[in-house]
């Protein structure tokens, strides 16, 4: 269950400006008006999963993360839980793929047309292939960024999954 702390609710602030104009954009060619009013916007950066976190006083799992990979040079859109890190082995394998790697900075913002921090699950400049891990299915809502290191948003896992026209893999490192 998330619990948005004391400080929290008065930091943040909801528009429909707190989007990513991109990020609105696309949420209305969904049909995903009604998220325009549950865009959180914080004066702090929610860049990584444990400031969004911190930020919302969510668990570190409800956080999406949206990582962008390059397997043999093409770029793959990766969600996972924030509380877990991505087996790039096991994203090569699922691919099929000679070679996994992080994508540059550069080339997830010229692939998404967002700033890395701020990805969001869908809305992207180009297509891409997407996988979300199962993990994110753990929660009955999960958070993501709105395009914007400051903007995040809550769906359910499953709606977010389909949205973002992912697969659904098993790419978490396994844990010893």
């Known amino acids: 269950m998330c619990r948005t702390r004391t400080a929290s609710v008065r930091a943040m602030t909801t528009s429909d400006s707190a989007a990513h104009p991109r990020f609105a954009a696309a949420l209305g060619e969904l049909g995903l008006d009604r998220l325009h009013t549950r865009i959180r916007r914080f004066p702090d950066a929610t860049r990584t999963a444990a400031e969004a976190a911190a930020a919302i006083g969510c668990e570190l799992s409800q956080i999406c993360k949206s990582l962008i990979f390059a397997a043999d040079g093409v770029p793959v859109l990766v969600l996972m839980d924030g509380a877990s890190r991505v087996d790039v082995e096991r994203v090569r394998e699922e691919l ?3 070679r ?3 994508a540059q900075a550069d080339v997830v913002r010229e692939t998404t047309g967002y700033a890395i921090g ?9 297509r891409t292939r ?3 891990d199962r993990s994110l299915l753990a929660h009955d809502v999960v958070w993501a960024a709105a395009g914007d290191p400051h903007a995040v948003f809550p769906m359910a896992p499953g709606e977010l999954i389909a949205h973002a026209g992912a697969a659904l893999v098993d790419v978490r490192e396994r844990t010893a």
């Open 130 to 132: 997407v996988l979300a």
């Open 100 to 102: 996994v790697t992080r």
């Open 118 to 126: 701020g990805v969001p699950p869908f809305g992207h400049r180009t």
């Open 96 to 98: 099929g793929a000679e």
